[in-house]
């Protein structure tokens, strides 16, 4: 067994309206294409899934099918996929025909005779694996991001000081109901070798193999696996591609917006669930494609709930100075979106009842490589725009937002759906991290629904945010008079 993990797929039978519902998760399991000692091909349906469900019950079930390979000299391997059950609890990858006894299968460690168990929790356990202070149900995910490693031809070290593997271990100690992860997994490239398999190896599947087997994770593309980068994209869509959009490498596709709904307490069959919370997943890789109005369009509309964020990887607001030049935004990022709510409505409106007046909430982003936050309004007064989320300090060689101070404001022009400037608090931080977040009946009326918890690479928890300073980026003095 070479890899395997569990995730949120897209739900291509929501009903109209995207009501509250189950979310759907996948197993995915990767093995070796070839033959086993007897001559035999290996296939998906040597495997089985030993399962127990929530009511206690234990049982077996057939093996996944295999997904399309489009590149098998660059991919040697099966991809075997199976949707889980909602009602399974826990569950384990098995030889097929041994049974609920059956031993657990192992993915092999490097260099090692042993290996990590294939053996991780279902779909109910999703909302029902934590409480609060008070003894309510709690939600605990982990956000993170732009992890990948460059290489040496990239300059930077692989064996030495890129921590995302540790990363991913400290979060998945804490287990987490689901790990989202904003894009841009696959950066390592050398010249001595095309098998794209073994990057995807290296960059993500190896160092992240045991957070990858304690919750179900949902993966967003970023510009590293956008469909015209055919070293990345190609396998961004046969490993963890979600819908039917084609990635062939000569052709440039934005896939779908799609959304999946998660509760402090879980979601029960008929989509009853208190405190229910949305990510709305959109494909931003493909930074200047005419389709991201679509995308955002469809995102907008799966957003009209009490509590939703959306995740994706390029910001359309940042705030970032280089070479003397402040940028606010990503341009056609930032278009696409404004046309979207040109047809769409405002993101936010403080007539609105439920947790927050911005449907989303929050905007959970990467593709810059640090933390930051861009928070609009509050805490006194209305929150004029979704706040700006940045986790793109997962792994890759960081860069700094070189502004006037770690923590300033900044007036925003041209906002999305915004007619007037806006003022944002802004957050800025260069060390590699991740931030986890909790969500109960305690955490709801917080102004994103959630409470972050930011943390530094081994495990540290930030200390909070200074008061902001001043302008982010302060007008310079004016000129003296030399002859006064």
């Not at 296939?43 to 899934?49: L, M, S």
């Not at 804490?174 to 960059?203: E, I, M, N």
């Not at 943390?455 to 982010?472: E, H, I, K, L, V």
Request: net charge neutral; with cysteine; aromatic share 10%.
């Amino acid at each position: 067994m070479l890899s395997a993990w569990s995730q949120f797929v897209s739900d291509k039978g929501a009903a109209k309206g995207f009501p509250t519902a189950q979310p759907k998760i996948e197993l995915r399991y990767v093995v070796a294409s070839g033959t086993n000692a007897a001559g035999d091909a290996v296939g998906c349906d040597d495997f089985a899934i030993a399962y127990t469900d929530s009511s206690g019950t234990s049982g077996v079930a057939t093996g996944g099918t295999a997904r399309d390979n489009p590149d098998a000299y660059r991919f040697p391997i099966i991809v075997c996929s199976l949707a889980l059950k909602s009602d399974w609890a826990e569950l384990r990858l098995v030889a097929a025909g041994t049974g609920t006894s059956g031993k657990t299968i192992s993915i092999a460690e490097d260099g090692t005779g042993t290996g990590v168990d294939v053996a991780l929790p279902g779909p109910h356990k999703i909302g029902r694996r934590h409480k609060d202070a008070n003894g309510d149900a709690e939600l605990l995910i982990a956000t993170m991001g732009d992890s990948g490693c460059r290489g040496a031809s990239g300059g930077q070290n692989c064996d030495f000081g890129w921590p995302f593997q540790r990363i991913t271990e400290l979060a998945a100690e804490a287990q987490p109901d689901l790990f989202l992860h904003v894009g841009d997994y696959r950066y390592y490239k050398q010249y001595d070798s095309h098998k794209r398999w073994d990057y995807w190896q290296k960059d993500l599947l190896l160092p992240a193999r045991r957070a990858l087997l304690a919750a179900p994770w949902a993966f967003t593309r970023g510009n590293h696996e956008e469909c015209s980068h055919h070293k990345s994209g190609v396998g961004f869509t046969f490993l963890f591609g979600v819908g039917n959009a084609a990635c062939t490498g000569s052709e440039v596709d934005v896939e779908p917006s799609w959304s999946f709904d998660v509760a402090p307490g879980g979601i029960d069959a008929s989509g009853k669930a208190s405190d229910a919370h949305r990510f709305v997943m959109i494909d931003t890789s493909d930074e200047y494609s005419s389709e991201l109005k679509g995308a955002f369009t469809d995102a907008i509309n799966r957003s009209k709930t009490d509590s939703a964020w959306w995740v994706s990887h390029v910001p359309p607001v940042h705030l970032l100075n280089y070479g003397g030049k402040t940028r606010p935004y990503n341009g056609n990022v930032r278009y696409q979106l404004a046309e979207a709510i040109k047809n769409t409505g405002p993101l936010c409106d403080s007539s609105r009842t439920g947790s927050a007046p911005c449907r989303p909430s929050l905007i959970l982003l990467g593709h810059d490589h640090m933390f930051q936050t861009v928070t609009f309004g509050g805490p006194s007064g209305p929150f004029t725009w979704p706040q700006i989320y940045i986790v793109g300090h997962g792994g890759v060689d960081l860069r700094s937002a070189n502004l006037s101070s770690t923590s300033c404001t900044f007036r925003f022009k041209d906002l999305p759906g915004s007619s007037a400037a806006q003022t944002g608090t802004v957050h800025s931080r260069s060390k590699f991290g991740y931030v986890m977040w909790r969500r109960s009946v305690a955490t709801t009326k917080s102004p994103t629904g959630w409470i972050a918890d930011p943390r530094d690479d081994q495990g540290n928890a930030w200390q909070p945010f200074s008061t902001p300073t001043g302008d982010c980026d302060p007008k310079p003095p004016a000129p003296t008079n030399p002859n006064p």
